[in-house]
């Protein structure tokens, strides 16, 4: 199974490179929520699913991370992991104008810029990130779904208090 090289995914620790659980696409032509502000998602948060080609993580797969290395601080411009007991922060921008909302995230490789284009939606507490890593914004998530095909990359993050 191919999990691909999603940067910021792989730094947190969760180390195998997995992704949990999962959310039906909301499909209607609502528009965007305009009480929406970017700090409606800026705080710290718990991976508690990641999914990948269609496959998810196990609970117990994904017990298997020490909780440092499944905790997200998201800020005003960076989402931040710790990798190895420091900080592995990945720049993301949002855009709020389009339905679903979009993210844009831009992580420093090994050798290279890396760049992942995805969709995003905030219910109560939990946050749901659906992503591909790509040079190309067209390859972005159109729904919150995975499959072998569109090579996307779900992570479901719960807000701590």
Not at 41 to 62: N, R, V
Request: charged content about 25%; overall charge negative; proline content about 4%.
């Amino acid at each position: 199974m191919r999990w691909g090289i999603m940067c910021w995914v792989l730094r947190c620790g969760v180390g195998l490179s997995v992704i949990l659980a999962v959310s039906a696409c909301r499909q209607n032509s609502e528009p965007a929520d305009l009480t929406f502000t970017l700090t409606s998602i800026e705080g710290t948060y718990f991976i508690i699913g990641l999914e990948s080609e269609g496959e998810a993580m196990t609970p117990a797969e994904l017990a298997k991370a020490q909780d440092a290395e499944r905790t997200i601080r998201i800020t005003a411009t960076q989402m931040i992991t710790t990798r190895h007991g420091e900080d592995d922060p990945v720049n993301y921008t949002i855009n709020t104008s389009r339905q679903p909302f979009e993210i844009d995230m831009t992580g420093v490789g090994d050798t290279s810029e890396e760049k992942t284009y995805g969709i995003f939606k905030v219910e109560g507490n939990r946050l749901y990130i659906c992503a591909v890593e790509s040079t190309n914004p067209d390859d972005r998530p159109k729904e919150f779904k995975t499959t072998k095909e569109n090579k996307a990359m779900l992570m479901v993050l719960q807000k701590q208090p």
